[in-house]
C-alpha cells in the first residue's frame, strides 16, 4: 500500500507570509494527488487535484506542484482564512491514503 | 446542488455494528464513486472505502469489518461496521469522487459527517 508522509506537522506563520507544505509518497503516484482544507467542527474543502489542478473557485494564491513521490502546497500570501489544517491524499491506487495533516497556525 | 448527507451515527456498544448512510442529492450516486473517511477526535482523516459501480475497495486496517453498499434507486450509500471497538470513535465522511472515468480527481464534495461513538 501506498504512505503518504507530510511535513511539517505544524507550521507556525504570519499573514502575508509564503507557506509550503511537503507531501511525499512511498512509491510513484504520478500526478495523483489532491490537497484539502480543515477547519475544527467542518467537512474538509477541497482545494487542488492531479497535484497543480485548482478546483473552483479556490483562491489563486493557492497552488501546488509535484510529481512522482513529492508534492508541495504553496500558499503565495497567508490570509486570516488560511489558518487550518492541510492534508494531501494519494488517489492513484486503492487502498487511498491521506497524510497525516500540517497544522499551520498563527506565529 | 449536489450534496451528500450522512445519518446513522450514535453511541453504540464495543462489539456492536452499525449502518452509516449516506445520501446523495443533486447527482446520481450510481453515476460517481462514493469514498467513506473517519476521523477520531483530535486526529487527521482516514481513507476507509470506496465503492465504484459493483467494485469495492477497503482500507487494510478495516477490512473484514466493514462492508460498503449501494441502493441507486434510493441514491444511498452506506457503511456496515461490525465488531465496533473504542478506536472506532470518530466522524465519518462520505464523499464524492470528482470524474467518472480515468484520470479521477480526488474527493470533490463532502457531507457534514455523522459521529460515531465505542462506549459502554
Known amino acids: 500500500d501506498i504512505q503518504m508522509t507530510q511535513s511539517p506537522s505544524t507550521l507556525s506563520a504570519t499573514v502575508g507570509d509564503r507557506v509550503t507544505i511537503t507531501c511525499r509518497a512511498s512509491q510513484s503516484i504520478s500526478r495523483w494527488l489532491a490537497w484539502y482544507q480543515q477547519k475544527p467542527g467542518e467537512a474538509p474543502k477541497f482545494l487542488i487535484y492531479e497535484a497543480s489542478s485548482l478546483e473552483g473557485g479556490v483562491p489563486s494564491r493557492f497552488s501546488g506542484s509535484g510529481s512522482g513521490t513529492e508534492f508541495t502546497l504553496t500558499i503565495s500570501s497567508l490570509q486570516p482564512d488560511d489558518f487550518a489544517t492541510y492534508y494531501c491524499?494519494?488517489?492513484?491506487?486503492?487502498?487511498?491514503?491521506f497524510g497525516q495533516g500540517t497544522k499551520v497556525e498563527i506565529k | 446542488e449536489v450534496q451528500l448527507l450522512e445519518s446513522g451515527g450514535g453511541l453504540v456498544q464495543p462489539g456492536g455494528s452499525l449502518r452509516l448512510s449516506c445520501a446523495a442529492s443533486?447527482?446520481?450516486?450510481?453515476?460517481?464513486?462514493i469514498c467513506w473517511v473517519r476521523q477520531a477526535p483530535g486526529k487527521g482523516l482516514e481513507w476507509l472505502s470506496k465503492?465504484?459501480?459493483?467494485?469495492?475497495y477497503y482500507a487494510d486496517f478495516v477490512k473484514g469489518r466493514i462492508t460498503v453498499s449501494r441502493d441507486d434507486s434510493k441514491n444511498m450509500v452506506y457503511l456496515h461496521i461490525n465488531s465496533l471497538r473504542a478506536d472506532d470513535t470518530a466522524v465519518y465522511y462520505c464523499?464524492?469522487?470528482?470524474?467518472?472515468?480515468?484520470?479521477?480527481?480526488?474527493?470533490?464534495?463532502w457531507g457534514q459527517g455523522t459521529t460515531v461513538t465505542v462506549s459502554s
Open positions: 464523499a464524492k469522487v470528482k470524474g467518472t472515468a480515468f484520470p479521477l480527481k480526488g474527493l470533490d464534495v
Open positions: 491524499l494519494q488517489y492513484q491506487d486503492a487502498p487511498w491514503a
Open positions: 465503492i465504484s459501480g459493483g467494485t469495492k
Open positions: 443533486g447527482f446520481s450516486s450510481s453515476t460517481y464513486a
